[in-house]
């Protein structure tokens, strides 16, 4: 339902930035030909040729803001950060627009096409364009965002959160959506290995149950989200959590602590300044950083072979869980 809901909203932001970038394309001629702000020394081109560039207009700009990553939905994402990335795909859109036409004017079009210049734009109908683009595309998020904000305000729509961790760091996580109910999110309760005992919850959350109760509590309460939020000591239950929820169909967001932050290289989203990852990615980096350290070791272990009277180091692994472990079988020196 969940992802369903999602597409759906994909494909709404797809066909809205279509028909506002066909809009935005038809008022640049007016603004450009129409109103004597900016001479035309070339004269007025009919207006034909600008609807003919229409289609190619409406795929070019959902194809900047893909590459941008605007399609990539994701609550809490800042309006900062929305204009942005609307402002740098509309930019993309613009150098394709600019490269293609004069692609096709050059080597496709025919001469007679190219003599009424059937596929020109001018630099400054361009300018015009971008700029009316992200306005209004900006505007448009911006009405989408004010009424889903509401929707969630209202207890609509609303996605449950289960929290891994009854620590400080999972209190944080719960303080962070506490705070900020315009998110659309609803905690559940926490899930920790202490509920065997008298550990209560934190501000009115229940602590529902242990670890390995996460995957039935997750079906019985129609959890959406699952915030892994443990101490970096408890390594292997994250793992064996992620295994488990897995199977239900659970999102899973790795919260990694201060120390972690500082050793991660790749992107962070974030709840409200808190860094969450998703597990594939930590798992996909510490795989990747393991097998770096372990080929700068090679010529290390390789001069201590010729120390050892010839013996060499045949084999180094990394395990599946990310942690490195240097299996060396040492080979005896042949005569000869």
Do not use: C
Not at 64 to 89: I, P
Not at 189 to 214: E, N, Q, W
Not at 266 to 292: K, S
């Amino acid at each position: 339902m969940l992802n369903r809901h999602n597409r759906l909203l994909v494909t709404v932001h797809v066909l809205s930035d279509s028909l506002l970038a066909v809009t935005a394309f038809l008022l640049t001629y007016y603004l450009r030909f129409h109103t004597g702000l900016i001479p035309a020394p070339k004269g007025i081109p009919p207006l034909e040729q600008y609807i003919n560039l229409l289609p190619f207009i409406a795929v070019l700009v959902p194809v900047g803001f893909q590459l941008q990553g605007l399609y990539r939905l994701r609550r809490g994402r800042s309006r900062v950060d929305d204009f942005f990335a609307v402002l740098v795909g509309s930019i993309l859109a613009v150098v394709f627009g600019i490269v293609a036409t004069i692609y096709v004017e050059i080597y496709f079009a025919t001469p007679a096409a190219r003599d009424r210049g059937a596929f020109e734009v001018s630099q400054a109908a361009w300018a015009i364009f971008l700029v009316l683009n992200v306005a209004l595309t900006f505007t448009s998020r911006e009405v989408v965002r004010e009424a889903l904000e509401r929707r969630w305000r209202a207890g609509i729509g609303l996605k449950r959160i289960l929290i891994a961790g009854s620590g400080e760091l999972g209190r944080l996580v719960a303080d962070k959506i506490l705070e900020h109910r315009e998110l659309g999110y609803q905690i559940v309760g926490f899930v920790d290995d202490r509920a065997s005992g008298d550990h209560l919850g934190y501000r009115g959350l229940p602590l529902l149950g242990t670890i390995d109760d996460a995957a039935e509590i997750s079906a019985r309460e129609s959890v959406d989200h699952l915030y892994v939020a443990l101490p970096p000591e408890q390594h292997v239950r994250m793992l064996q959590l992620i295994e488990s929820t897995s199977r239900e169909l659970v999102d899973v967001k790795v919260v990694p602590d201060l120390l972690q932050v500082i050793a991660l290289r790749a992107r962070l989203d974030d709840l409200d300044g808190l860094p969450v990852r998703n597990p594939i990615d930590i798992l996909q980096d510490t795989h990747a950083e393991h097998q770096h350290r372990l080929k700068g070791r090679a010529p290390v272990l390789r001069t201590i072979a010729l120390f050892q009277g010839g013996a060499r180091p045949r084999q180094a692994r990394v395990n599946q869980f990310g942690k490195e472990g240097v299996a060396v079988v040492w080979g005896e020196e042949t005569g000869g």
